[in-house]
């Protein structure tokens, strides 16, 4: 809620660049990611998911990659704007499954 | 969220009454979901319902209880029993075998 994002990792850039947010994932058998975006006092907005057959997916200014060997995943915005502060995070679920497990998240802060 | 609707948004309560959060959905989703969101922390999952009339404990189900008699419908009653009941809680919908998972906008629990 309002207090999302206390004690988190925090990335800061300067408004017009790239970001880059990496998430590590433990199970092996996760078979599909999703990212979400998160602002304060906030439910957790969809952004871009992947499944373990690609290792790259793109939407509008966002790219998701996906390394399987080393379980990483990572989120990258083109041109971040100040609306693209939040705390954003990931979640993966193994094929057939019905929970998800969530990362605690990085903070993103733009700056003007 | 758009289809997605949890209410209210704050709540306050003393300690030792129970109370009962509110997810409504019209989205058409089989699967529904609480989670418990702590500062600093990942999303941990309290109960989920796939299908109308059965639902399944999460990792913290201790302390909280579900009922599911309506597709659209899935509230969550915190109990006297729940020893930290303050957090923001969240309801998701989603398919079922791991596809996207959408958040409602979240209530603020406080208990004192």
């Known amino acids: 809620g309002e207090n999302v994002g206390l004690h988190l990792p925090t990335l800061s850039v300067q408004e017009g660049d790239n970001s880059i947010i990496n998430c590590a994932y433990s199970n092996s058998a996760s078979d599909y990611f999703i990212w979400y975006k998160q602002e304060s006092g906030k439910g957790p907005q969809f952004i871009i998911d992947?499944?373990?057959?690609?290792d790259k997916r793109q939407g509008q200014r966002v790219t998701v990659l996906l390394n399987k060997t080393v379980k990483h995943l990572s989120l990258q915005i083109a041109a971040t704007q100040p609306g693209d502060s939040a705390v954003y995070f990931c979640a993966e679920t193994p094929y057939n499954f019905n929970k998800f497990y969530f990362g605690s998240g990085t903070k993103l802060n733009v700056k003007p | 969220d758009g289809g997605i609707t949890q209410s209210p948004k704050y709540l306050f309560r003393k300690e030792g009454q129970n109370v009962t959060l509110s997810c409504e959905q019209n989205?058409?989703?089989?699967?529904m979901y609480w989670y418990r969101q702590d500062p600093g922390q990942g999303l941990r999952l309290i109960y989920y319902?796939?299908?109308?009339?059965?639902?399944q404990k999460g990792d913290i189900a201790e302390g909280y209880s579900v009922s599911r008699e309506k597709k659209e419908s899935f509230p969550l009653t915190v109990t006297s029993a729940q020893k930290n009941p303050t957090a923001f809680y969240l309801c998701a919908v989603g398919g079922t075998a791991g596809s996207k998972q959408y958040f409602g906008p979240g209530t603020r629990l406080t208990v004192t």
């Open positions: 992947i499944r373990s057959n690609m």
């Open positions: 319902s796939q299908i109308v009339n059965d639902f």
């Open positions: 989205l058409n989703h089989d699967a």
